[in-house]
């Protein structure tokens, strides 16, 4: 019964935000993070963090714009998505596990027009 949902995908004009969300049901996850993976490339991995230590990581392609954070009562993970870019077009997955991950969300598409 463990699943992992995603929301917050949508259209949006280049520059701007969108604030992605996935819950994870069924069990807690020490490592939760977030892919994407354009049409016609391969999965890329985005941002993730771990339950304790309060460390995250981040692709080069997204510092300084994205941000990940979590909300471990809630066994929610956020990307908070800032200056889109086009290229930022690609379908997102939340991803989580006991250690690496594990479990995946079915995605969510984000679409950035110019």
């Known amino acids: 019964q463990v699943q992992l949902v995603e929301s917050g995908g949508g259209l949006v004009q280049a520059g701007g935000s969108l604030r992605l969300s996935c819950t994870a049901s069924?069990?807690?996850?020490?490592?939760m993070g977030w892919f994407r993976q354009a049409q016609g490339k391969s999965r890329e991995f985005v941002a993730g963090?771990?339950?304790?230590?309060?460390?995250?990581y981040y692709a080069d392609s997204v510092k300084g714009r994205f941000t990940i954070s979590r909300d471990n009562a809630k066994n929610t993970v956020y990307l908070q998505m800032n200056s889109l870019k086009p290229e930022d077009t690609a379908v997102y997955y939340c991803?989580?596990?006991?250690?690496?991950?594990?479990?995946w969300g079915q995605g969510t598409q984000v679409t950035v027009s110019s």
């Open positions: 069924g069990r807690a996850f020490s490592t």
């Open positions: 963090m771990r339950r304790s230590g309060g460390s995250t």
């Open positions: 991803a989580g596990g006991p250690n690496d991950y594990n479990y």
